[in-house]
């Protein structure tokens, strides 16, 4: 695992060719290896990064306007997977400040605060490969009436992490993910998968629509397509 940082050059509406190569210059890289054999260590470049001396700035100018909207942005964050909360967890069981430490610096929404504000976070529903077992929240083949679901088959730190996420920022957006039918439906006997056709999940995503919307949820946002990039140019075009 490898930690990428760049030194805080502060904000700047301008931002030069020239201050451009002295951002790259100031690129640091550490690691963290399974083994332990590396924790969080400097990796210092193999031959000393040299750049000539720029020329004129001239036209180069790369200008931030911020009067000028592109598109709209649910938020900024990340995956709350049972592995994710199962560590968070743990820290938490050690050193309850560290954990409390660590999730405001990720989650604080203070203005000014020294904090990284991230206001959306993604938690699967069921087991991803990211979990120590494989479940769903109803495993009951040709269950259509949901009789068996139970949400609490999921691990319990699960939710205790993500309410102590909540605690610290209230505006936190939460993308559920069916990231897996139940047992007899998985598509991969390595780990909890699922693949469908476009049209499939056309279907299924129409009528989770009118389900919210007559149960008060219309405001709730359905996304058609969160998978990897790799066929993002086709199926969710077709979708």
């Not at 997977?81 to 409390?100: H, Q, V, W």
């Not at 989650?107 to 087991?127: K, Q, W």
């Not at 605690?167 to 993308?175: E, Q, T």
Request: aromatic share 10%; proline share 5%.
């Amino acid at each position: 695992m490898a930690h990428c940082f760049a030194a805080n050059l502060g904000y700047r509406r301008s931002l030069s060719l020239r201050n451009f190569r002295s951002l790259i210059a100031l690129f640091i890289e550490w690691q963290t290896k399974w083994d332990r054999s590396k924790l969080f260590t400097s990796l210092a470049p193999s031959t000393p990064i040299n750049f000539g001396t720029p020329g004129a700035i001239g036209q180069a100018d790369i200008v931030v306007d911020d009067s000028t909207v592109y598109q709209s942005i649910a938020g900024f964050g990340g995956s709350l997977t049972d592995s994710s909360a199962k560590l968070l967890n743990n820290l938490k069981s050690t050193n309850a400040g560290n954990y409390n430490t660590l999730l405001n610096y990720m989650f604080g929404s203070a203005d000014g605060a020294n904090a990284a504000g991230l206001n959306y976070i993604r938690v699967p529903i069921g087991a991803s490969d990211f979990s120590d077992s494989a479940y769903s929240y109803d495993d009951t083949s040709g269950d259509t009436s949901f009789s068996s679901f139970n949400a609490n088959r999921a691990p319990s730190y699960l939710f205790s992490v993500l309410q102590d996420i909540k605690a610290i920022n209230s505006n936190i957006k939460v993308h559920l993910l069916p990231w897996s039918p139940n047992e007899p439906q998985n598509s991969n006997p390595t780990y909890p998968s699922a693949t469908m056709s476009a049209a499939v999940e056309a279907q299924i995503a129409a009528s989770l629509r009118t389900l919210l919307n007559n149960n008060g949820l219309s405001s709730v946002k359905i996304v058609g397509f969160e998978h990897n990039w790799d066929n993002a140019g086709s199926y969710p075009i077709t979708l």
